[in-house]
């Protein structure tokens, strides 16, 4: 199977955005949930976003929204990152999954992850 391929992370300054992009070819056909995920060091992984395919309904973590917008085009999901604070910093994870209820994609499908380093 194609695997989930993350990309779009860098270094950015406070209060500059990065848009991260996420391949997930198949996966649409076989998850309700597409989202994403961050962990920084010395953390626990941690949700950040989810799209649930059917609805195209979204869900935040509260430390992000308003400042970060999940989207889905055909087979790749976005993560369009806002006003970007140093802690935000972390390593973000692509998840794709099969869910019931309200989540953030857990228990299915991950990417490699690409660094997002905010400074000052």
């Known amino acids: 199977e194609v695997p989930l391929v993350e990309s779009g992370g860098g270094s950015a300054q406070a209060g500059g955005s990065l848009r991260l992009s996420c391949e997930a070819p198949g996966f649409t056909y076989t998850s309700n949930c597409l989202g994403w995920f961050r962990q920084a060091p010395g953390k626990e992984r941690e949700g950040v976003a989810a799209i649930y395919t059917g609805s195209g309904s979204t869900y935040y973590a509260d430390s992000v929204k308003g400042r970060f917008t999940i989207s889905r085009a055909q087979d790749t999901v976005y993560l369009q990152m806002n006003s970007l604070k140093p802690e935000d910093t972390a390593m973000y994870y692509c998840?794709?999954?099969?869910?019931?209820?309200?989540?953030?994609?857990?228990?299915?499908?991950w990417g490699q992850g690409t660094q997002v380093t905010v400074s000052s």
């Open positions: 998840a794709a999954a099969w869910v019931s209820g309200w989540q953030f994609c857990n228990g299915g499908s």
